[in-house]
């Protein structure tokens, strides 16, 4: 069985500020991990996701996140918050392997707030 | 840029009414995904079709909820009678196997 814990419900930092939205996860197979956005009313989109190769992945608005195996975590990061980035972000993990039964457990969310 | 339909985008219904929401993934996509996301919280997968076939319903509450894919196109969520339990917002996503998520804007379920 697979699992998302996303670590706080709300983080707020001020803009240009360092953005940390944590993710672990658990899973008794290779996972794929994935981080989600959602703005308010809308349906999610990908910021970017880790498969295979470099643990570090860049993904769109100046996000990034690092697979490290040893902490079963996936942390999302950006160095400088920016107003826009005030929405709900969600991790979440399929197994390894791109097929018609892979099923993708979301985590709970964490609200991001931008302090000016 | 394709995009995943969903309507309606609002609904509002009283408790014991039959509801039903419509969902035209992007066109090719032959994996669909309806997933029910309470106020608060992550979105649960409730259906999985590939094609008109279903992988996955092991959480959909089959006494009350029903989804179909005919064609392997769009596809039908229906819920009768719904509950005040029901309230939540309905998303659908579609994929190409890829492990990217399509999702449409959801569709918000109001039961009084």
């Known amino acids: 069985a697979q699992s998302v814990t996303q670590l706080g419900s709300h983080v707020s930092v001020s803009e240009g500020a360092l953005v940390l939205l944590r993710c672990n996860y658990s899973?008794?197979?290779?996972?794929?991990l994935f981080w989600y956005v959602q703005y308010p009313n809308q349906g999610l989109q990908l910021l970017l996701k880790?498969?295979?190769?470099?643990?570090l992945v860049k993904g769109i608005n100046g996000f990034e996140a690092e697979f490290k195996k040893s902490e079963t975590s996936f942390h999302l990061t950006k160095p400088s918050a920016h107003m826009s980035d005030a929405a709900e972000y969600f991790c979440?993990?399929?197994?390894?392997?791109?097929?018609?039964?892979?099923?993708?457990?979301f985590g709970s969310g964490t609200r991001l707030s931008i302090r000016p | 840029e394709a995009e995943v339909a969903q309507s309606p985008r609002y609904k509002i219904t009283e408790k014991s009414q039959a509801v039903a929401f419509w969902c035209d993934p992007i066109?090719?996509?032959?994996?669909l995904y309806w997933y029910r996301q309470i106020l608060g919280q992550g979105p649960e997968l409730l259906v999985q079709?590939?094609?008109?076939?279903?992988?996955?319903d092991s959480q959909l509450p089959k006494d009350r909820f029903s989804a179909e894919r005919l064609k392997g196109v769009d596809s039908t969520l229906k819920i009768q009678p719904a509950e005040l339990g029901d309230s939540a917002m309905y998303l659908c996503?579609?994929?190409?196997?890829?492990?990217?998520?399509?999702f449409g804007e959801g569709s918000r379920l109001t039961v009084l």
């Open positions: 066109s090719g996509h032959a994996t």
């Open positions: 979440a993990v399929s197994r390894a392997g791109y097929s018609s039964a892979s099923k993708i457990i």
């Open positions: 880790y498969t295979t190769g470099a643990t």
């Open positions: 899973s008794s197979v290779p996972p794929y």
């Open positions: 079709f590939q094609d008109e076939s279903v992988v996955d």
């Open positions: 996503a579609s994929s190409l196997n890829t492990g990217e998520l399509f």
